[in-house]
């Protein structure tokens, strides 16, 4: 019996050990709390713009001029003679008329970064995408700024939200290259 007792002291000793050393674990994280805010707000955070920008304008002009001058002829000589009976009349009258109009939309989703908490509170926001599919490469580049409480609970924002925004959407490739106008065309357009 006693060296059955010796045994099991030392695994008794053991266990005990090392249960008191052995942290227990939650199942409750407590940096996912549920009164915790989760909206970008920090440097770094990021966020999604969804952009939906639509533009139109456009401009009309017109102008009316006119001019009469009279002159009579007296008794011509020589050669002109025969503008003797005749009077001398010119008008001059011009009108012209133009419009131009222009209009695009685009519709996007990128996800940017907080790069600067201003001192009023507000974001400086800034971000890049680049998709190329097809030897065709699409950038779409967009900067501004944003307040924190225009930021929706799924970190996303409109990008009629943003103040100061800079939208670049640039396309390359050979689509893009073939609607550039030629060298030619670029000569006679600047000419006329």
Do not use: H
């Not at 709390?33 to 989760?38: F, H, P, W």
């Not at 639509?54 to 000589?77: I, K, P």
């Not at 307040?147 to 939200?161: F, K, L, Q, V």
């Not at 943003?162 to 939208?167: G, H, K, V, Y």
């Amino acid at each position: 019996m006693r060296k059955s007792f010796l045994i099991i002291l030392p695994l008794c000793l053991i266990v005990i050990f090392t249960v008191s050393v052995t942290d227990a674990t939650s199942l409750w994280n407590g940096n996912n709390a549920l009164v915790r805010d989760n909206k970008a707000n920090q440097v770094g955070d990021i966020l999604t713009v969804i952009i939906t920008e639509d533009a139109t304008a456009s401009q009309e002009a017109s102008t009316d001029a006119s001019q009469d001058n009279q002159a009579d002829v007296g008794a011509g000589t020589g050669i002109f003679d025969f503008i003797r009976s005749f009077g001398f009349n010119q008008s001059d009258s011009s009108n012209a008329t133009g419009s131009t109009s222009r209009s695009g939309s685009l519709s996007a989703e990128i996800t940017v970064q907080i790069e600067e908490r201003l001192d009023n509170g507000n974001l400086k926001i800034s971000g890049t995408r680049r998709v190329k599919i097809n030897d065709e490469t699409q950038d779409i580049k967009l900067t501004g700024i944003v307040r924190p409480e225009d930021i929706s609970p799924e970190n996303t924002i409109e990008s009629s939200y943003i103040a100061n925004a800079e939208i670049d959407y640039e396309g390359t490739g050979v689509i893009g290259d073939r609607q550039r106008q030629g060298v030619i065309s670029r000569i006679i357009s600047w000419l006329f």
